[in-house]
T-cell receptor, first 115, second 112 residues
Framework: NAGVTQTPKFRVLKTGQSMTLLCAQD?????MYWYRQDPGMGLRLIHY???????AKGEVPDGYNVSRLKKQNFLLGLESAAPSQTSVYFC??????????????FGNGTRLTVT | LAKTTQPISMDSYEGQEVNITCSHN???????ITWYQQFPSQGPRFIIQ???TKVTNEVASLFIPADRKSSTLSLPRVSLSDTAVYYC?????????????FGSGTRLLVRP
């Protein structure tokens, strides 16, 4: 039972490079989320999706794009990486829209460094 | 943008009861309050969830007053393995796009 799987676990980019972070869940959850976590900042929501083919902006969406082509996958893209995007990225999923009796299930994160 | 407010850090000793309070003045009528635990290099993990009054499970209790503008996570008889960051999560009614806001987190250190 894998739950939420994030790939890659680590990545180093140079400023201006692009990359895609992949999140996969095997729980048949409708909702998926991307968060970033920086020291002293807690978790901040980047984008989220309420179902296949849908996406919506979160708290800090600038510089990121997302896609939800398949229900089980949620991709986070950085078109032109900047040092300010150095962070740990967490993907999460839920059966329904939390916190209404539907807890979030998190992956173990992707540590991204932009030099 | 409304946020939750928690103490930045707390210290305790093994065997003590620890209470962590979260303030959420703009909680929506239908929102639940959920607490998560996070260890280093891991994603947050669900601990407990409640709507009002008191909820208890095998690891914690959650106390919510009648006005629901705050909640208290209670960890009975903590051990060293309870050292972690604890977050509370509620919906944000200040923004019509319904952005989920985590609290700043409380770093709990349990000492021997």
């Amino acid at each position: 039972n894998a739950g939420v799987t994030q790939t890659p676990k680590f990545r180093v980019l140079k400023t201006g490079q692009s990359m895609t972070l992949l999140c996969a869940q095997d729980m048949n959850h409708e909702y998926m989320y991307w968060y970033r976590q920086d020291p002293g900042m807690g978790l901040r929501l980047i984008h989220y999706s309420v179902g296949e083919g849908t996406t919506a902006k979160g708290e800090v969406p600038d510089g990121y794009n997302v896609s939800r082509l398949k229900k089980q996958n949620f991709l986070l893209g950085l078109e032109s990486a900047a040092p300010s995007q150095t962070s740990v990225y967490f993907c999460a999923s839920s059966y329904n829209h939390p916190p209404g009796n539907s807890p979030l299930h998190f992956g173990n994160g992707t540590r991204l460094t932009v030099t | 943008l409304a946020k939750t407010t928690q103490p930045i850090s707390m210290d305790s000793y093994e065997g003590q009861e620890v209470n962590i309070t979260c303030s959420h003045n703009n909680i929506a009528t239908n929102d639940y309050i959920t607490w998560y635990q996070q260890f280093p290099s891991q994603g947050p993990r669900f601990i407990i969830q409640g709507y009002k009054t008191k909820v208890t499970n095998e690891v914690a209790s959650l106390f919510i007053p009648a006005d629901r503008k705050s909640s208290t996570l209670s960890l009975p008889r903590v051990s060293l393995s309870d050292t972690a960051v604890y977050y509370c999560l509620v919906g944000d009614t200040m923004d019509s796009s319904y952005k989920l806001i985590f609290g700043s987190g409380t770093r709990l250190l349990v000492r021997p």
